[in-house]
């Protein structure tokens, strides 16, 4: 029932931002407890992931990211948000935006994923 789209530019010029939009389907942003997350996978590489912004609306980022990072959202869309600035031909990676849950008392879980977009830095 809920689906994730992730949308924006595939091609980012060096030192640009990369901003990229999740619309969220079949269930609000705000409903308690999830975490609305972006990870992303470089080629040939495994996933990394990058932060996420609750349902309440604060913000958490990867501490190798983190100075560059802004995650955020539109209530009324039903959409967040990532920008990432100063970016280099190491942030091209195909961009995933994801839900966090808890499943049973000790696990955590990315349950809905949308289908991935390719974000290429390059000249």
């Known amino acids: 029932q809920v689906q994730l789209q992730e949308s924006g530019p595939g091609l980012v010029k060096p030192s640009q931002t990369l901003s990229l939009t999740c619309t969220v389907s079949g269930g609000s942003i705000t409903t308690n407890y999830y975490f609305w997350t972006w990870i992303r996978q470089p080629p040939g590489k495994g996933l990394e992931w990058i932060g996420f912004i609750k349902y309440e609306g604060s913000t958490f980022y990867s501490p190798s990211l983190k100075s560059r990072t802004s995650i955020s959202r539109d209530t009324s869309k039903n959409q967040f948000t990532l920008q990432l600035s100063s970016v280099t031909p190491e942030d091209t990676a195909v961009y995933y935006c994801?839900?966090?849950?808890?499943?049973?008392?000790?696990?955590?879980?990315?349950?809905?994923w949308g289908q991935g977009t390719q974000v290429t830095v390059s000249s």
């Open positions: 994801a839900r966090r849950d808890r499943q049973g008392w000790d696990t955590l879980v990315y349950d809905y």
